[in-house]
């Protein structure tokens, strides 16, 4: 069904998102509201040290519990890094993409904050720590039991807004690595409504599969492995340009630059490895999966790229869309005539 309202056209998709996006938001603010009076700071330190060299009251499982701990910090941000992938659908990507990518950052933060520090601090940081929906039993432990089931049903809808935008993400990804021949081309077809139709449908095929086993907390580091590298290398990237190519148009500039960049790439590796103190599993299972990546790049993937440089392939997309934008000019001009 989420496949298929994508597949209907990017509008009605991204209204459908922000629809359940907002329902989702209330539900965290509604919850806010309830505990805000409950609040004790002494909750957030109520977990008993391990005993192990380094732990405190303040850090029960030491340095070693906050490296494992990275991956689910990584998840309430995770997949905010597809926002830039909306920029061929924007109407001014210099000026749009930055202030979306921006605005998501500042209020995924300030959601962050509500759910890590507001619930533990109302119920307690050994309850929210062992709770598999946070949210709910906050409420049910600070007596809002009525609450607690709106929540519920409402927390379905975060759930929905997280395959909406993993969704849109994926698809773009996968189109426009298809379209540049890393990928088989028959992905980057598109359907009448101009959606990455089977770009849209392999990889959610794939991924129901993957689902039915169960493995959540694997499938979740597995991702933000997957993403940690993604980082990794966008911020390296980031560096190569500001060095290669000091004088490329920018239309919109990272504050601090190079240094800023520097940062995002030893975090980025830090919570990349932080993973592995979770489950080594998901840290090996993604590096394979990279392998097998690689070797069909390497054996085959390279003799079907559409150019040679990153470069080249924007100039043939340019150059494609002004072929296009000439035709759409010539139809409206003859429609006229023939009426």
């Given at each position: 069904?989420?496949?298929?309202?994508?597949l209907?056209?990017?509008?009605?998709?991204?209204?459908?998102?922000?629809?359940i996006?907002?329902?989702?938001?209330?539900?965290?603010?509604?919850?806010?509201?309830?505990l805000?009076?409950?609040?004790?700071?002494?909750?957030?330190?109520?977990?008993?040290?391990?005993?192990?060299?380094?732990?405190?009251?303040?850090?029960?499982f030491?340095?070693?519990?906050?490296?494992?701990a990275?991956?689910?910090?990584?998840?309430?941000?995770?997949?905010?890094?597809?926002v830039?992938?909306?920029?061929?659908?924007?109407?001014?990507?210099?000026?749009?993409?930055?202030?979306?990518i921006?605005?998501?950052?500042?209020?995924?933060?300030?959601?962050?904050?509500l759910?890590?520090?507001?619930l533990?601090?109302a119920?307690g940081?050994?309850?929210?720590?062992?709770?598999?929906v946070?949210?709910?039993?906050?409420?049910k432990?600070?007596?809002?039991?009525?609450?607690?089931?709106?929540i519920?049903v409402?927390?379905?809808?975060?759930?929905?807004?997280?395959?909406?935008?993993?969704?849109?993400?994926?698809?773009?990804?996968?189109?426009?690595?298809s379209?540049?021949?890393?990928?088989?081309?028959?992905?980057s077809?598109?359907?009448?409504?101009?959606?990455?139709?089977?770009?849209?449908?392999?990889p959610?095929?794939?991924?129901?599969l993957?689902?039915?086993?169960?493995?959540?907390d694997?499938?979740?580091?597995?991702?933000v492995?997957?993403?940690?590298?993604?980082?990794a290398?966008?911020s390296?990237?980031?560096?190569?340009?500001?060095?290669?190519?000091?004088?490329?148009?920018?239309?919109?500039?990272?504050?601090?630059?190079?240094?800023?960049?520097?940062?995002?790439?030893?975090?980025?590796?830090?919570?990349?490895?932080?993973?592995?103190?979770?489950?080594?599993?998901?840290f090996?299972?993604?590096i394979?999966?990279?392998?097998v990546?690689?070797?069909?790049?390497?054996?085959?993937?390279?003799?079907?790229?559409?150019?040679k440089?990153?470069?080249?392939?924007?100039?043939?997309?340019?150059?494609?869309?002004?072929?296009l934008?000439?035709?759409?000019?010539?139809?409206?001009?003859?429609?006229?005539?023939?009426?």
């Amino acid at each position: 069904m989420f496949v298929g309202i994508h597949l209907a056209g990017v509008g009605e998709a991204l209204k459908v998102m922000m629809v359940i996006s907002g329902l989702a938001v209330f539900a965290i603010l509604a919850t806010a509201v309830a505990l805000v009076g409950d609040f004790d700071s002494a909750n957030l330190f109520n977990i008993a040290p391990s005993g192990e060299a380094g732990t405190s009251e303040f850090l029960p499982f030491g340095w070693y519990g906050v490296w494992a701990a990275l991956p689910f910090a990584m998840w309430l941000f995770l997949a905010v890094e597809g926002v830039p992938l909306a920029a061929e659908e924007a109407k001014d990507p210099g000026r749009d993409m930055p202030r979306g990518i921006i605005g998501a950052m500042v209020f995924l933060l300030f959601t962050a904050l509500l759910v890590v520090v507001l619930l533990a601090g109302a119920a307690g940081a050994q309850t929210i720590g062992a709770s598999g929906v946070p949210l709910v039993d906050a409420l049910k432990v600070t007596g809002n039991p009525t609450l607690a089931t709106v929540i519920n049903v409402l927390g379905l809808a975060g759930l929905i807004a997280s395959f909406f935008s993993i969704i849109y993400g994926y698809s773009r990804l996968v189109f426009a690595l298809s379209r540049a021949g890393y990928l088989p081309k028959a992905l980057s077809l598109t359907s009448k409504r101009k959606a990455p139709m089977w770009a849209l449908i392999v990889p959610g095929a794939f991924g129901f599969l993957v689902s039915l086993t169960g493995e959540g907390d694997l499938i979740l580091g597995m991702a933000v492995v997957g993403a940690t590298i993604s980082y990794a290398l966008m911020s390296a990237s980031h560096i190569l340009l500001r060095i290669r190519q000091p004088g490329l148009a920018r239309p919109y500039k990272t504050p601090g630059g190079i240094m800023t960049s520097a940062i995002a790439l030893i975090l980025s590796l830090v919570a990349m490895t932080g993973v592995y103190a979770f489950d080594p599993r998901a840290f090996n299972y993604t590096i394979v999966l990279f392998v097998v990546g690689a070797v069909y790049y390497f054996a085959y993937g390279k003799n079907q790229l559409v150019a040679k440089s990153a470069d080249e392939e924007l100039a043939l997309v340019l150059d494609a869309e002004s072929s296009l934008d000439e035709e759409e000019a010539v139809i409206a001009r003859a429609r006229p005539s023939e009426a």
